[in-house]
């Protein structure tokens, strides 16, 4: 009985040896692809996907990627990237400020690849704007069809083409996270109204623009939040409705009227820690219209004066929400502010001025 057991298992034995063996020799005569594969058919391209191309391709040869080279009182800084885009036939890009600051030295790199100098033509660090214009290129000109940033949802679908890390004409998309934004910039100020996107946007996407479903612009990429500086998902982009109104004064005088009164104030840092509400005059300017209003800054420098704490009865904390009340106001025209002065406050009529 043992015999015969034993006989089963060595013929099951050598059985399943066999069809391994077996296996293994089919899989390495027969099955292995030591030739190109033929290729799986597949069907048409998605409506979603279909559109998407169709915006990419309609809007891409209007980004350009922009070099710059500073030069701080003779003493070369390397250079910086960016992106832009055609505003018009007549070959102006807009971009940020941030792109183009400090640069003596500006090229741009078309959509077919040719390269071309660039002038500069005006800026505003108060919405992170700048406009240049190329010079010695007959290339066609494809200006980007305009949106409009009023309407917009939450929700929304929206890409952005740029040259993140220097990858040229790069194209991601997302929705609009969240809309009226306020964003700082450069100078203490705000920008209103900002869109936010989790559309990635990187370094080098800076100046590019924001596009909807549509293929029309709605937006100029500028500011990311990131702990590593890469896209986190939280991106934010100027509003169209701004560039529209901010570009043809850049164009047609190179600056943007800036409201003021003539004033320097303190860090809001410094005004949180004396426990103080307000803006704190620093120095009032000579000539000014504070001057002329009798507004005093600190006093030897160490003593406080004056501290505006409403315009026109609004409270205002920041340099950014005074600037908000001046501009609502405008320029040539009188400001109502409350000022408080050795813990006493009054009333002082202030005329607005430019001080761009």
Do not use: C
């Not at 293994?24 to 191309?53: A, Q, Y």
């Not at 108060?126 to 200006?143: E, F, H, K, N, Q």
């Amino acid at each position: 009985m043992n015999s015969k057991f034993a006989r089963y298992v060595i013929i099951w034995s050598l059985i399943i040896a066999t069809v391994f063996v077996a296996d293994e020799f089919i899989r390495n005569v027969f099955l292995t692809g030591d030739k190109p594969r033929l290729v799986t058919p597949r069907g048409s391209l998605t409506n979603l996907e279909k559109s998407t191309i169709e915006i990419f391709n309609a809007t891409a040869p209007s980004v350009v990627y922009i070099f710059t080279q500073g030069d701080y009182s003779g003493r070369k800084r390397g250079g910086g990237t960016g992106s832009g885009f055609i505003w018009d036939s007549a070959g102006h890009v807009v971009t940020n400020h941030h792109v183009i600051a400090g640069a003596n030295e500006i090229a741009v790199r078309l959509e077919n690849g040719e390269v071309v100098r660039a002038k500069f033509v005006g800026s505003t660090p108060d919405y992170d704007l700048a406009v240049i214009r190329l010079t010695g290129t007959r290339s066609g000109r494809a200006p980007i069809p305009l949106g409009e940033s009023s309407s917009l949802k939450v929700g929304q679908s929206v890409f952005a083409i740029g040259n993140p890390f220097g990858l040229s004409r790069t194209l991601t998309s997302g929705i609009i996270s969240a809309l009226n934004r306020r964003l700082p910039t450069s100078n203490n100020r705000e920008v209103d109204g900002v869109i936010q996107t989790d559309a990635a946007i990187n370094p080098g996407n800076s100046g590019g623009p924001l596009i909807d479903s549509a293929g029309r612009l709605i937006g100029v990429n500028t500011a990311i939040i990131s702990g590593s500086g890469s896209s986190a998902g939280i991106g934010f982009a100027v509003p169209v409705d701004v560039v529209n109104r901010i570009v043809p004064k850049l164009i047609k005088s190179g600056r943007v009227p800036r409201p003021g009164i003539g004033i320097t104030v303190l860090p809001e840092e410094v005004a949180a820690r004396l426990g103080v509400t307000g803006l704190i005059i620093a120095d009032v300017l000579p000539g000014t219209s504070s001057a002329k209003a009798g507004l005093v800054g600190l006093v030897n420098g160490r003593r406080l004066g004056d501290i505006v704490t409403h315009v026109n009865g609004a409270r205002i904390e920041t340099l950014a929400e005074f600037t908000k009340e001046l501009r609502k106001v405008g320029i040539g025209n009188q400001v109502n502010l409350t000022i408080e002065r050795n813990k006493i406050s009054r009333q002082v009529s202030v005329q607005i001025m430019d001080i761009s």
